[in-house]
């Protein structure tokens, strides 16, 4: 019998694993974004509302990311996208004044040497709003939905060089705003 159950465990525990779903609103292999013939995977979404006491319009902050930027002791090759907007609420429609935004690929987080601490080291800018040569002629994001925790959205930048980016999400957000 105990030679029985050591010979089906392991078609057990592959039957387990594939019947289990994942529901956690990660759709990988979805969203993301497409640069250069090349496609760069966005599964974790951050929104930050600065002001959430009252109707007071202020920055509206998004990241899109491979990995949770919350762990920092991620892995490096991390690809992200980041913009922000003025708004009250994070509600769906399009947007166009985006007046701040970048996109990398290649960032990692860095053990410190004095602790065990990890710092983000920046990887490669394709796209920044602070720096000539990088920024977007044009610049849209349509959020298509939007619930408690999770959006829909699209989105399209243009660099001046003519270079597109654009992608989508739609899945789970990590509400970092605070009323502090």
């Known amino acids: 019998m105990g030679r029985s159950i050591i010979k089906i465990f392991p078609f057990l525990a592959i039957f387990l694993l594939l019947s289990c779903s994942n529901d956690d609103g990660r759709k990988l292999g979805e969203n993301g974004f497409t640069f250069n013939g090349g496609f760069h995977v966005l599964n974790n979404s951050f929104v930050t509302d600065e002001n959430i006491v009252d109707e007071t319009p202020s920055p509206i902050s998004i990241v899109l990311s491979n990995v949770n930027l919350n762990d920092s002791t991620a892995v490096s090759n991390i690809s992200k996208i980041y ?88 899945g789970l957000f990590t509400d970092l705003s605070s009323t502090e």
């Open 83 to 170: 913009f922000d907007f003025n708004g009250v609420n994070l509600e769906a429609g399009t947007i166009t004044d985006i007046p701040n935004y970048s996109i990398q690929t290649g960032g990692a987080y860095v053990q410190n040497a004095d602790d065990e601490n990890y710092t983000y080291v920046d990887g490669t800018f394709l796209l920044k709003s602070s720096e000539a040569g990088l920024t977007a002629t044009e610049k849209t994001v349509t959020i298509n939905s939007v619930t408690e925790n999770k959006v829909d959205l699209t989105f399209q930048f243009t660099r001046a060089d003519g270079q597109i980016f654009s992608g989508k999400y739609n």
